[in-house]
């Protein structure tokens, strides 16, 4: 890239500095120079006038599959449906068009119990006698028509049969069956940049597999990543990973790996997530995908070799677990920066042991704008216990690292905000200082990244995102547009004309 020059505009990275930032120097994709007054901004530079438009640090979405989000653009896409018929009906439609019949996004939360219970192997075998694959949005859940249970592994577990309904590994491993090819793979990949670009997000935390780095790298060699990936690894990947001393070192500024990702319960959609209480109308307590010795055997090989652990982790009887195994390794306070993601269902017993271990808590504003809302899907599946969900401000008062991602549900921070300013229990909710903070200036420490992300410093990477208006001030989140998206100094997303000259 040339030499550039960003200059009159509002440079927020919530510090006091940024109040005082006149204009930032660029070259070779990092921030050079900073400067606080703008009449000695050198002459023979190209200039980006921000016209007065604010710009922060580029978004990093904390937790996402954005990989996967490519595929589910070159799949049936469910999630505008509303009902099982909707969804039936978009399947059949589109059916021709594939060998195997693959359907994603599907939410249930507003269907009758005779829908819920009416989605059956069944059901789909009456569409096509192709394999149909019937996927629920939080991927821990799915239904298969007969055709594709054939062709699931004999030995695989959380299958039932007789109605064809696929939970926990068995659903989120369907691509390890049904695999996609390497050309739909980049595709995916270039798919899930240009969806990231338009949403802001300059890196992503991506939940991955040997396979797609592969992939990954490959693109990389041809100069065309768009988007910088800090890769979580499946813990089914993790044993080659540690015997061959990967570090959470390797890796460059586009793709870099960072740790392995370990699944300690489902979802509260599927009520697979693992709760102490049951759920409501039920003696369902959900279910634990791990057990402690195991766990405890993983968190003490990665401290061994300095490998962050990032953990899904849900309920309370999830979150417990977590602590218990990471309580018994280390002495000192989490060197490996190990991060639970998720962590709706808290208590304030929870939340002091996740401060005395200094456990990074990766959440989603999003989750809490889609359903945790009264009569949504977290209340009639919790009862009274929902209001108190996802306590983000209590987390930041006992200073806990929080970060923010999307999980798909769907892409983009702009989306979640509204999830975090106006949390359902007044108590909870942040500002939206803090709220954009998660998305922009913590995230990278929770991949050991402080010093070349999330802020406007020498040295660190020219990833920016730029807002027509002011995030501080303004009173509806949702009105807020990106004009434009800058990775290490180039454009990579635009709304509106330019504004180089």
């Known amino acids: 890239m040339r030499p550039l020059i960003i200059f009159n505009g509002r440079f927020i990275d919530f510090t006091a500095e940024n109040q005082k930032i006149k204009a930032l120097f660029i070259d ?4 050079q120079k900073v400067y606080h007054n703008a009449r000695h901004l050198p002459a023979g530079i190209k200039r980006f006038d921000l016209k007065g438009r604010y710009l922060l640090p580029g978004f990093t979405d904390c937790h996402t599959h954005l990989i996967s989000r490519g595929l589910e653009r070159q799949r049936i896409d469910l999630a505008a449906t509303r009902t099982l018929d909707s969804c039936l009906r978009k399947i059949a439609a589109n059916k021709d068009e594939y060998d195997i019949v693959f359907a994603q996004n599907y939410d249930d939360t507003d269907w009758s119990t005779s829908e819920k219970r009416g989605l059956t192997r069944k059901t789909l075998d009456r569409i096509t006698k192709k394999p149909v694959i019937m996927r629920r949005v939080c991927g821990h859940y799915a239904v298969v028509n007969t055709a594709a249970l054939k062709i699931l592994p004999k030995e695989w577990r959380y299958i039932e049969s007789e109605s064809g309904r696929l939970y926990e590994n068995a659903a989120l491993f369907l691509n390890d069956v049904f695999r996609p090819d390497q050309t739909t793979l980049i595709k995916a990949i270039e798919l899930g940049m240009q969806e990231a670009a338009k949403n802001g997000v300059t890196t992503v935390h991506e939940i991955s597999d040997p396979e797609r780095i592969g992939l990954l790298l490959k693109i990389k060699r041809a100069s065309r990543l768009k988007t910088r990936f800090v890769l979580y690894v499946l813990e089914k990947y993790a044993g080659a990973l540690l015997d061959a001393g990967i570090t959470t070192a390797w890796g460059d500024d586009f793709v870099k790996f960072a740790g392995i ?16 209480k049951p759920y409501a109308q039920s003696r369902n307590h959900g279910r634990l995908l791990i057990s402690l010795a195991r766990l405890k055997h993983l968190v003490k090989k990665a401290e061994q070799q300095g490998i962050q652990l990032m ?18 390794g280390s002495r000192r306070k989490n060197p490996c920066r190990h991060r639970f993601e998720h962590l709706e269902l808290l208590n304030r017993r929870l939340i002091d042991r996740l401060t005395r271990a200094d456990i990074i808590a990766s959440m989603q504003p999003n989750f809490v704008r889609r359903w945790q809302n009264p009569g949504g899907l977290y209340h009639r599946n919790l009862g009274r216990r929902y209001l108190g969900m996802n306590p983000f401000n209590e987390l930041r008062r006992a ?36 709220a954009l903070a998660g998305y922009t200036t ?5 991949a050991f990244e402080e010093n070349r992300k999330g802020g406007f410093r020498p040295g660190m990477l020219a990833d920016f995102v730029v807002l027509d208006q002011n995030p501080e001030k303004i009173k509806d989140t949702d009105d807020l547009k990106i004009d434009f998206v800058i990775l290490g100094g180039d454009i990579i997303y635009r709304r509106c004309k330019t504004s180089e000259h």
């Open 28 to 31: 070779r994709h990092e921030i």
């Open 261 to 276: 990702k370990i699944w300690l319960d489902g979802s509260l959609g599927a009520r697979t997530a693992a709760i102490s």
């Open 311 to 328: 953990m899904h982790a849900i309920g309370d009887r999830a979150i417990d677990l977590g602590l218990r195994a990471v309580e018994s």
């Open 399 to 434: 200073g806990i690292h929080l970060v923010f991602g999307s999980d798909n549900m769907p892409l983009g921070p702009i989306f979640g905000l509204k999830g975090a300013t106006r949390h359902p229990s007044t108590r909870n909710r942040l500002s939206i200082s803090h």
């Open 442 to 446: 913590r995230p990278a420490y929770a």
